[in-house]
């Protein structure tokens, strides 16, 4: 049996130079673990939130296409 720890490279978007106010992601995880996991940046050692890779994909594709609306 071979077992592979894998970790996570985080980062966040070249957009989020807005005071800290962001979300790091660790997409590099989604073809062996199927998920995207994200994690606030401001508190890199807190909670993660391993979102299903397709579900992340439907959310960056609404964000792209306006269909979240804007706040």
């Known amino acids: 049996m071979t077992t592979t720890t894998e970790s996570p490279r985080w980062f966040k978007s070249s957009y989020s130079n807005n005071g800290g ?3 790091e992601v660790a997409a ?3 073809a062996t673990r199927g998920t ?3 994690r ?3 508190n890199p050692s807190g909670p993660v ?3 299903p ?3 992340f994909a439907a959310f960056v594709a ?3 296409d306006g269909a979240l ?3």
Request: charge should be negative; proline fraction near 4%; include cysteine.
């Open 21 to 23: 106010n962001c979300i």
């Open 40 to 42: 606030d940046s401001k």
């Open 53 to 55: 890779a397709g579900a």
């Open 49 to 51: 939130l391993d979102l």
């Open 28 to 30: 590099d995880l989604a």
């Open 62 to 64: 609404g964000v792209k």
């Open 69 to 71: 609306g804007t706040a």
């Open 36 to 38: 995207v996991p994200v």
